[in-house]
Each structure stands twice: as C-alpha cells, then as structure tokens.
C-alpha cells in the first residue's frame, strides 16, 4: 500500500515497507532551489517526519529533475545588501536547521543522487547519512559557491570538513569550486556508493535504510575523530599557519574574500561543536552574501553571462545554423587551435596552409594534444584516432570544395587575407561564412577582397584557443544579420562565448587590452619599480602583471598597432610606447626573443638594466597605480560604448573577464565603474582627479556624464 501527499516542491510517498520517499520536484521550475517554496515544503516534510516517525523506518530523499537540486537562488542572493543582513541569517539559518533536524529524526536518510548536486544541493545531500550517486560522467558534485564570491553556507563547510578533514575538504572541494564526476567523489568519501541506472539507485538507498535504523552522522557519534584531526591536534595544528600564506599565494594576492572566509569558517567550525560550527559558517555566509563582491561576480558570470550565451546580442534570425564542414586558412599556432575545436564537436575540418607539408603541421600540433588526453584516460585511442581522422591537411583550395564555414587564420596581413579569403570563397559552397580570425584589421577593410561582402564576419579567438572560452565577433559595414547570426550559432556550436562588437580599430578587446599594458609601461616611466608594477596589477586581481603580459605578446606588436593607428589619423602617443621603443632599440622584443621587462632564463627575472633606463621614485602611490590599470581599460571601455563599438554592457563584462583578464571580483569593465564607490557620479569624479594628474588618456567621455549619471548606472543608461 501506497500512501501518496503532494507538498509543493517536495513529494512523499511512503512504502508498504514504511521507506518514505522524498522526491524534489519543484513545479515552478526545470531545475530544484533553495527558493521560498522549497523553505516551505521542506518546513511542513520535516514536521511530518517529526509527527509520523514511528510508523516511518527511514527516508530517501531523491529528486525528478534532470539534475539533482541546482543549489541557492541567485536571484534572491544578488539582492541582498547589508541592510537585509538580518533577513539573510534568517534564511539560511532556517534553511540549515531543517537539514539538521533531518538528520537528527532518528530515521536513517538515504540520498540517491540521481543527477548533478551543486552547491545547496549537494548540501542537502550531505545532510543525510548515505550517499548513493548515479554512475553517470556527466554528473557532477562540487560547492562552485567561491567562483561566485560565496560560500556554502547551508552546512556545506561544517559536514566537508568533518566528515573529509580540513585539507581534503579545502584543497579538493572548498576553495576552488572543483566539480567532481561520480568516481571520484566515492574516492574522496563524499559519497558512499555508485548505481548504474535510477531503479538501482533507489533500491540502494532504500536497502542501506532498511538494514540502518540507528543510523547517525559520524560527527554525532560519541569519540568521533576527524580525518587529519582538528586545529588542536599537533600534526594539524603545526601545518595550520601556513594555510592563510599559501592561499595568498595562490590567489597572487588578489583580495577575494571568498576563499578566506572559506579558510575560516572551516578552521574555526572544527573548533567548537556541530551547532556551533553551524552559526559560525552562517555568519561567514551573510557577509559575503551582502557584500560587493559576491553581487558583482553573480552579475557577471551569471546573469550577464547566461544573457551572452542564451543570444541576446545574436540578430533575431529564426533558423539555427549549425556547420558541418568547416576550411580553416593557416594551420598556425591558431589555425591549430581552431581546427582542433571544431573536430572536438564532430565537424569535418579542411586545413588549408600554403603546402599540404605545413598543413600536416598543423594537424600534427592538434594530435600531439589529443595524444595527451589520451595518456590522461579522458580519450580512448579509438575516439582520438577518429577524432583526428575528421581533419584533412592540405595545400590545395579546391579542397575546400562543400566547406559551409571558412575561418581565416593566416598570417596578420591584410592583402594576404583579402586573396586567400577571395581563394576560399570560390571554392566553398556559395553561401558559406567568410569568418576572419584577424585581432587589429578592419573587417570592412578585408571583406573588399570578395564578392558576398555580407557574409564576411570577424571571429577573433583567443591563444590558446583550446582554453580561451570567448570568442569576439566583429561587424562589418556590410555584415548581413544573417551572417552574424550564423557566427554567433557556430561558437555556440563549438562552446565558447560569443560577444558582438562592431568593426573599429582593435574592436573591443585588444584596444582595451593595449591601455591595461601601456599603462603598465607608464607607470615604470614614471618610476615605479617594475616588481611594484606587477603587484599592483596582480593585487588588483589581474591574472597576470602588464610587464610579463607585455613580454608575452611581444612588445613589437603594440608599437605595430600605433603606427597602424597613426596611419590613420591618429594624433595619441601614449607614453607607455616611449617604453617599448626604448626596450626594443635594445632588441629586448620580450619572451619570445628571451628578453624583454625580464630575462626569460628558466627563472624568469627582471632585467637588471631596466632600473638605469627607468630609475625607481615611487612617485606614484601604489593605490594610484592599480586604480590606473582599472580606470584605463573601463574609461576606453566606456569610449567603445559611446562609439557604438560595443552595444551591451553584458558583452563588455563577460568579454573583458573571459578574454582580456579583467578581475572577476568586480564583475567586469563596466560593473567596476558602476560598483564604484559613490557610482557612476563617483568613478566619473575620480577619473577626472587621475585626468588631472596622470593625463587626459582618463578623462571619462561624455556619456558617463550625461547618460548613466541621472540614468543610476551605466547599465541603466545603455539598455535604456
Ligand atoms: P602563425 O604564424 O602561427 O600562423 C599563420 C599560418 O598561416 C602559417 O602556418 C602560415 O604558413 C599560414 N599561411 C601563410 N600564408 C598562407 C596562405 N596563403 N594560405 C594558407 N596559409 C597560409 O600565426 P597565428 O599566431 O596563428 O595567427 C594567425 C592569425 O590569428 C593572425 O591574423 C593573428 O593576428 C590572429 N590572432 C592571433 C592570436 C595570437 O595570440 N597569436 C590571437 C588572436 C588572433
């Protein structure tokens, strides 16, 4: 017999053997959250238990969805400020409370995972005493809470370590957000055991319940010892200092808030009991909920990125294009990369170099990395020799012959790429994609070289392009909707990020790119010590310091750029390229020549003639300096949005943390000028103090000060 009662989100159907089973199942949505409805069904499931415990022998809490529970609503959580401090501890304390007074019934509580479990998700998972996980490599386990600037605070920390220990649960789940897949989480002890389809799934938990009914938390049992001890155990207590060291370290001093709480919280809850451990994470949870930095990461990598990739900047063309045969010009280092991304998804790609002997080069780069994966186990030979069976390297254009998308990515010259794309052109299908891979040249410029000027669109990628997720698109005068959507469908195709700019002289990001570098060069100029100016950009929370990244891209290719510019009619000399040019009379052109701002022997060091060139004053505050790097790529930024360069402040954000290594914690180049303190009014007041006295480069344009000071922010202003 079957007794069936409907709650909102949770179902309950309890067995002839007295298993109630507690299916997640919220109506409101495809995924299950730690929203209003689940706080509420959760409330009314757990005082039933409470009330019907002896008639009950254990639960299994299991859900319909495709994925387990998808963790906290971010809606909610991006509107919390300090003034809802108290509203927050109340939710989440209430939140946890249910979970503890589960575990706590005297009822074994069997999970059976039947899909991913992120974050709150795999918090309630924890809250129960056996963890059975679908066999499935798609499922994944993991607290991605600290990539949002948050923490798990619905236990999350408080079970992890003390049922994995400090380090385990710190390194190998906590502080980078890892997700794990169903075999590793057995290994790690996070889950208990796998099954190999749903039914086995459920019968497993429902076998563990029926042959457990004392079952109890480890932590709750008498004399129970954490892995690795606690704070006070000697062999964890003489490693404990280091901890804070080491993660500053690894975040290269970037202030992110996150993971330190993390460290706390985690360090702190095994010092006291379960309870308390309780009260302290959720203290740790509510001041990072409220602050800036969570907001700004939950802007930026969630709503603004869900928005770039669900295809609001994708013209309203109703067919989605999908490649199948796709002729990339240049088997280069990113001719390599791209073809490689293209029969990673399962699309036939012709390599077209000047000999089928260079193209061969190309396709040899590509093998030599799948046979990486293949040494790794994440390939098997057959899948890697199939794989790669869908490249041909050639020397012919004829064999570009039923190509739908062609991807120039040849030598940076503009009559080169105008004559292999017009070659390209009448040999694909007559209405194949002309994209052009180009990083500085007009896409109107190179669209003159063929007939169908309308199906000419820029596809900028990023090196490397098998880790670089974005991918900038560039608008030419001539560029069809049709065609630009096309684009958009084929980076989506292959899973990267697509942003739209239109064509102007480095399109977005690398003009943008360039003011983060030259203004680096300046600050050495103006006596800043080299190692301070790459401080000053790391503990800003860039990925990398400006002189290295100069030194990286090479320090001819900025000078390149400005004669282009000047060409042009260009009247800007920024005083970065004074620098450069001294460096590369010298012939110090950067790393790839072995010197530049450093000697690049294997211990990368600054090169000792650089202090005489540019004697250290420290002139400038340090303060001064990381704002400098910031203020100069949001106020050119904030250029390209008043050129029409850039039409959505979702591009500029997602673009500038996923291509150029804006800072994510300020949720990207233009949420940093509306998180500023004071707003807009008050970026626009400070841009206007560093104008006067660093120069006019940061004299902020005219539509910060007419548009998005009344309109609030620069958000509002734009999509007004
Ligand atoms: P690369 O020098 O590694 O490769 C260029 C390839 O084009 C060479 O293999 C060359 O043999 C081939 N090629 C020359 N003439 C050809 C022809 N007539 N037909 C077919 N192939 C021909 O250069 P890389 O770095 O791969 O750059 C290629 C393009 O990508 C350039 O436009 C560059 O500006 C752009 N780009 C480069 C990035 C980088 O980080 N290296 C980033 C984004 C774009």
């Known amino acids: 017999m079957t007794a069936t009662q409907h709650t909102s989100t949770i179902r309950w159907e309890q067995g002839a053997d007295d298993v109630v089973v507690l299916t997640l199942d919220d109506p409101s949505s495809s995924a299950n959250t730690v929203n209003d409805a689940y706080v509420a069904s959760m409330a009314e499931t757990v005082d039933r238990l409470e009330r019907e415990k002896e008639s009950i022998r254990g639960v299994v809490l299991t859900s319909a969805k495709k994925t387990f529970f998808a963790g906290g609503d971010l809606r909610s959580l991006i509107q919390a400020t300090p003034d809802t401090r108290q509203q927050v501890l109340a939710h989440v304390t209430l939140v946890k409370s249910q979970l503890r007074r589960l575990e706590t019934l005297g009822?074994?509580?069997?999970?059976?995972?039947?899909?991913?479990?992120?974050?709150?998700?795999?918090?309630?998972?924890?809250?129960?005493?056996?963890?059975?996980?679908?066999?499935?490599?798609?499922?994944?386990?993991?607290?991605?809470?600290?990539?949002?600037?948050?923490?798990?605070?619905?236990?999350?920390?408080?079970?992890?370590?003390?049922?994995?220990?400090?380090?385990?649960?710190?390194?190998?789940?906590?502080?980078?957000?890892?997700?794990?897949?169903?075999?590793?989480?057995?290994?790690?002890?996070?889950?208990?055991?796998?099954?190999?389809?749903?039914?086995?799934?459920?019968?497993?938990?429902?076998?563990?319940?029926?042959?457990?009914?004392?079952?109890?938390?480890?932590?709750?049992?008498?004399?129970?010892?954490?892995?690795?001890?606690?704070?006070?155990?000697?062999?964890?207590?003489?490693?404990?200092?280091?901890?804070?060291?080491n993660l500053t370290k690894q975040l290269k001093g970037a202030p992110y808030p996150a993971p330190y709480a993390i460290l706390s919280a985690a360090v702190e809850s095994l010092q006291v009991d379960v309870d308390t451990a309780f009260v302290v994470e959720g203290r740790y949870f509510v001041d990072l909920v409220v602050g800036q930095i969570s907001t700004n990461m939950i802007q930026a990598l969630w709503f603004d990125l869900n928005r770039v990739n669900g295809g609001a900047s994708r013209p309203a063309v109703a067919a989605t294009f999908s490649a199948t045969k796709v002729g990339v010009l240049?088997?280069?280092?990113?001719?390599?990369?791209?073809?490689?991304?293209?029969?990673?998804?399962?699309?036939?790609?012709?390599?077209?170099?000047?000999?089928?002997?260079a193209a061969e080069k190309g396709r040899a780069h590509v093998a030599g990395s799948v046979g990486k994966q293949v040494s790794r186990g994440r390939l098997t030979q057959h899948e890697a020799d199939a794989f790669l069976a869908r490249i041909t390297p050639t020397g012919d254009a004829a064999d570009l012959a039923g190509c739908d998308v062609i991807v120039e990515a040849v030598f940076e010259d503009q009559a080169l790429k105008r004559q292999v794309l017009s070659e390209a052109e009448a040999h694909a299908l007559p209405d194949a994609l002309l994209a052009s891979n180009t990083s500085t040249l007009p896409i109107t410029g190179l669209a003159e070289g063929v007939r169908r000027r309308e199906d000419v669109v820029g596809m900028h990628f990023f090196s490397p392009v098998d880790k670089m997720p974005l991918v900038e698109l560039i608008v030419g005068e001539r560029t069809s909707d049709a065609a630009l959507a096309r684009a958009y469908d084929v980076v989506r195709q292959i899973g990267k990020t697509p942003i739209v700019v239109r064509d102007s002289r480095g399109f977005f990001t690398s003009r943008v790119f360039g003011t983060l570098v030259l203004e680096g060069a300046a600050l050495l100029a103006e006596g800043l010590a080299p190692s301070s100016v790459e401080r000053a950009a790391l503990q800003a929370g860039f990925p990398a310091g400006p002189l290295t990244l100069l030194d990286e891209v090479t320090l001819t290719l900025p000078l390149k750029v400005s004669v282009e510019a000047a060409k042009a009619g260009s009247t800007e000399d920024h005083p970065g390229l004074a620098v450069l040019r001294a460096l590369v009379e010298r012939g110090r052109t950067g790393k790839a020549a072995g010197q530049g701002f450093f000697d690049w022997t294997p211990e990368k060091r600054v090169w000792p003639g650089l202090s005489e060139l540019f004697p250290t004053t420290d002139a400038v505050p340090f303060a001064d300096a990381q704002e400098r790097l910031l203020f100069a790529m949001a106020v050119e930024t904030a250029r390209c949005v008043e050129e029409r360069v850039?039409?959505?402040?979702?591009?500029?954000?997602?673009?500038?943390?996923?291509?150029?290594?804006?800072?994510?914690?300020?949720?990207?180049?233009?949420?940093?000028?509306?998180?500023?303190?004071g707003g807009v009014a008050g970026f626009v007041a400070r841009a206007d103090e560093l104008a006067d006295i660093y120069g006019e480069r940061f004299r902020p344009p005219a539509l910060l000060l007419e548009r998005a000071v009344p309109a609030g922010s620069l958000r509002a202003a734009v999509s007004a």
């Open 107 to 245: 009822l074994p509580v069997a999970a059976a995972i039947n899909g991913t479990a992120l974050g709150g998700g795999l918090e309630i998972a924890l809250a129960c005493h056996h963890r059975v996980v679908l066999d499935d490599p798609t499922v994944k386990l993991g607290f991605p809470e600290v990539t949002l600037g948050l923490l798990p605070g619905a236990g999350g920390i408080v079970r992890t370590v003390r049922l994995l220990g400090l380090t385990t649960a710190l390194l190998e789940l906590l502080l980078q957000g890892q997700r794990v897949r169903p075999d590793k989480a057995l290994k790690l002890g996070l889950v208990h055991e796998t099954a190999g389809d749903r039914d086995e799934l459920i019968a497993k938990a429902r076998a563990w319940v029926l042959a457990n009914e004392a079952a109890q938390q480890p932590y709750d049992v008498q004399g129970y010892r954490v892995p690795g001890g606690t704070p006070s155990s000697p062999s964890l207590a003489s490693t404990l200092p280091a901890f804070p060291a």
């Open 646 to 677: 850039l039409s959505s402040v979702e591009d500029a954000n997602v673009g500038s943390i996923l291509g150029i290594g804006f800072p994510p914690l300020y949720g990207g180049v233009l949420q940093y000028v509306d998180q500023y303190v």
């Open 330 to 357: 240049g088997a280069g280092m990113m001719g390599a990369g791209i073809a490689h991304a293209f029969a990673k998804v399962g699309v036939d790609v012709v390599l077209k170099d000047v000999s089928t002997e």
